[in-house]
C-alpha cells in the first residue's frame, strides 16, 4: 500500500520518506474548500507552487502528488506551472463529469500521471464512463467531500452502506489503481485503522493518505523533533496490511460487517446528542 504524506516543508519531507513514506502530497486545492469544509474540524493547506521545487529539491527522487484547484478558467496554467515545478502526479478534486475528466487528461498531456479524486456525487455515478478514458493512471475515492454532498453524519457512512463497493468493483474491472480516503494510526481513529485497513484489503485498495495523527513533528532549526517514532507506525501500518490481506474472504467479511456496526452506531450516538 503506497502511503501519502501531505506537507509543504522540504525537511519534514525528507524526514518522512526516510521513515517509510511512498509519496510527497502537495495540496494547491484552495477554491470553494472553506465554504465546503470551513464548519469542519479539516485541514485547509495554505500550500503553494514554490513548495513543489522546494519538496523536489530536499527529495529528488520520491514521487510529488499535486492537487490542483478544481476545473476553473486557469487550470490549464497551474497544471503547466506544476509539472514544470517538478509534480510527478496531478491531482483534480471535485470534478463532476468524464468531460472534465478528459480536459484535465488533455491539459496534462502526458507530461506526468493523472490522478482523480472522486469526491462527488456526479463523479461517483458516472465512474463507469469516466475509467474508459485514455491517460488516467489512477484514483483516490474521496471520504470527506463526499460524505458531505450526501448529508451524511459520519464521514466513513458510504464505506459502510455500499457505495465504495460499488466504486471498488468499476475500477478493478478497469483495472485502474485505487486509493481510500486516509488512515490514522493504528490503534487510533473512530474506526479503528485495523478495521480501515482490512476494508482497503478487501475492495482492493492501493493507496491511502496518512492523517493528521502522523503530524505529531514540530520543525526546528536543527531539524525535526517527533513526538513519536514514525517509522515504527509506518511498520505498523505495513503489518496490518500484511495480516489483512492474510486474512480468509470470510475474515474480511466479518470485518466489513464489524465496520457497518461500528459506523451505525456513530451515527446514531451523533444523531441522538443532536436531539
Do not use: W, Y
Request: hydrophobic share 45%.
Amino acid at each position: 500500500m503506497k502511503l501519502f504524506f501531505i506537507t509543504n516543508n522540504p525537511s519534514l519531507a525528507s524526514f518522512v520518506v526516510a521513515q517509510g513514506v511512498d509519496r510527497i502530497f502537495i495540496d494547491l486545492e484552495i477554491n470553494g474548500k472553506v465554504a465546503r469544509q470551513g464548519h469542519l474540524s479539516t485541514v485547509i493547506s495554505r500550500h503553494s507552487i514554490v513548495d513543489i521545487k522546494r519538496i523536489r529539491s530536499e527529495v529528488p527522487k520520491i514521487e510529488i502528488l499535486v492537487r490542483v484547484n478544481p476545473m476553473h478558467a486557469g487550470l490549464r496554467c497551474e497544471v503547466d506551472d506544476v509539472i514544470e515545478a517538478g509534480a510527478n502526479i496531478v491531482m483534480l478534486p471535485m470534478f463532476h463529469s468524464p468531460e472534465d475528466a478528459s480536459a484535465f487528461i488533455e491539459m496534462v498531456a502526458g507530461r506526468a500521471k493523472v490522478s482523480l479524486l472522486v469526491e462527488t456525487i456526479a463523479a461517483m455515478d458516472t465512474l463507469a464512463k469516466t475509467v474508459q478514458l485514455k491517460g488516467l493512471d489512477e484514483v483516490h475515492i474521496g471520504l470527506n467531500d463526499l460524505h458531505i454532498e450526501l448529508k451524511n453524519t459520519f464521514m466513513f457512512e458510504p464505506l459502510a452502506d455500499g457505495l465504495v463497493d460499488t466504486m471498488a468493483r468499476i475500477l478493478q474491472k478497469a483495472n485502474i489503481p485505487f486509493g481510500i480516503g486516509g488512515l490514522a494510526r493504528v490503534g487510533e481513529g473512530l474506526l479503528p485503522a485495523e478495521l480501515l485497513i482490512s476494508e482497503h484489503v478487501r475492495l482492493g485498495s492501493s493507496a491511502a493518505i496518512l492523517s493528521r495523527t502522523f503530524h505529531r513533528q514540530i520543525s526546528t532549526v536543527d531539524g525535526i523533533s517527533t513526538e513519536m517514532d514514525l517509522g515504527d507506525e509506518i511498520a505498523k501500518i505495513r503489518l496490518a496490511v500484511c495480516r489483512a490481506q492474510e486474512m480468509t474472504e470470510a475474515c474480511l467479511a466479518e470485518n466489513q460487517q464489524d465496520v457497518q456496526r461500528r459506523v451505525a452506531s456513530l451515527v446514531a450516538s451523533k444523531i441522538s446528542s443532536l436531539v
